[in-house]
């Protein structure tokens, strides 16, 4: 079984979510990042608060907190819910193309 990745601890410097993760960060620790970052961002665009947010996504708050804080990665439904309520993609689509290893010669 795979071990729960906590995203934050793989911070190497900076604050979260926009600090520098370690070189050997896993890649749920790229994607726990590059959800809190877009989630902050389409958040404080629409001047939303956690709770708020959490209500319209039908989620609870301590899970939309977790996503912010990069303590917990959600599921694939939460990030769905959330998009639906702020009516914008959150999952980074181009995230594969960035954690591919460079192709051999």
Known sequence: ????????????????????????????????????????GAMAQRGLGVRELARLAQASHPTVKAVLDGTRLPATHTVLLLELAL????????LFEQLRPPEAN
Request: net charge negative.
């Open 87 to 94: 009516d914008l993609p959150l999952y980074p689509a181009g």
């Open 1 to 40: 079984m795979a071990r729960e990745v906590i995203p934050r601890d793989h911070l190497a410097q900076g604050e979260w979510p926009a600090g520098d993760l370690a070189a050997d960060a896993p890649p749920g620790a790229h994607l726990g990042q590059a959800l809190a970052k877009s989630l902050a």
